[in-house]
């Protein structure tokens, strides 16, 4: 993954929308915060226990091997948010921190090209009842150093989450996290 096409693609998806409330809550040279909020009109179990397998609903253009089938989520303390590699290598994309099963999943790492800069970053999922179903609420914490400053990262890092976070809204409503073709 390049960083100018996450640019570009979340540049996209912020003029053209989603089903996510996406914000970038602060901003600094040192790190940010984004927070994307869903309504998914489902129960709470039936939401995490689809979060938890991110190989079903995350975007294959979003991966470093170019589908998401290769991704896995071992959903523990110290469980891996990790994806396979045709070479038979692999990314660690993430660390599972936290569990409580329908109520909050944290995860620590960073994400795609983040990785290649030294900063670390706090991805928490939290589920709130509301409704019809549940309100999922993704928070992405990133702090760390970089050449040049994070000023330039909290968009298109929000746009890429908020695109999964609606993929996860589809797939657990409609059975497809793509959208329906016009």
Known sequence: MRVQACVWAATALMMFGGAAAAE?????????TVRTTVHVAAPADKVYAALVQ?????????????DARNLSLDAQPGGCFCE?????????????????????LR???????????????ALTFA???A??????QETYAVAGYAKDGLAAWP????????????RLKRLVETGRPDEAKK
Do not use: C, I, M
């Open 107 to 121: 995860l620590r790492g960073p994400l795609g090209p983040l990785q290649g800069l030294a900063v670390d970053g």
């Open 54 to 66: 991110p190989a079903r609903w995350w975007n294959s253009e979003h991966t470093f091997s170019g």
């Open 24 to 32: 970038v809550v602060d901003s600094g040279p040192g790190g940010f």
């Open 127 to 129: 589920l709130k009842p």
């Open 155 to 166: 968009a298109p890092v929000d746009g890429v989450l908020a695109e999964q976070l609606g």
């Open 131 to 136: 409704g019809d179903g549940v309100d999922l």
């Open 84 to 104: 396979t590699l045709k070479n038979g290598g692999g990314v660690r994309h993430q660390t599972v921190v936290y569990v409580d099963p329908g109520r909050v």
